[in-house]
């Protein structure tokens, strides 16, 4: 396993969520990504972090709510996730960029398993 994400599960709308991320090796990019699936959807951009960190970019309908953090000692990046709504219910991935545009599935080589996250109303 390259990329294994974690700290998934079911919440009360409203609540907050962090998810984890561990590479290993040259999986652990200059820029990591998170992005998410929902039922009978297509997979979408959620977030990006560059190394530093300095620089992040999200989607519009996580904006405000969501934030995205790496550890480079630990490999690991984060996606801490406040104020949850239903519609966040999906499974989340988290990815590494190989190039292209940071919002585009395809950009991204490496993918971790995926972990639930459930919002109930």
């Known amino acids: 396993v390259q990329l294994q994400a974690s700290g998934g599960g079911l919440v009360q709308a409203g609540a907050s969520l962090r998810l984890s991320c561990t590479a290993s090796?040259?999986?652990?990019?200059?820029?990591m990504g998170w992005f998410r699936q929902a039922p009978g959807m297509e997979r979408e951009f959620v977030a990006a972090?560059?190394?530093?960190?300095?620089?992040?970019y999200y989607s519009d309908s996580v904006k405000g709510r969501f934030a995205i953090s790496r550890d480079n000692a630990k490999n690991t990046v984060y996606l801490q996730m406040n104020k949850l709504k239903p519609e966040d219910t999906a499974v989340y991935y988290c990815?590494?960029?190989?190039?292209?545009?940071?919002?585009?599935?395809?950009?991204?080589?490496?993918w971790g398993q995926g972990t639930q996250v459930t919002v109930s109303s």
């Open positions: 090796g040259r999986t652990f990019s200059s820029y």
């Open positions: 972090i560059n190394w530093s960190g300095v620089w992040t």
């Open positions: 990815a590494s960029h190989v190039a292209g545009s940071y919002i585009v599935r395809a950009s991204y080589g490496y």
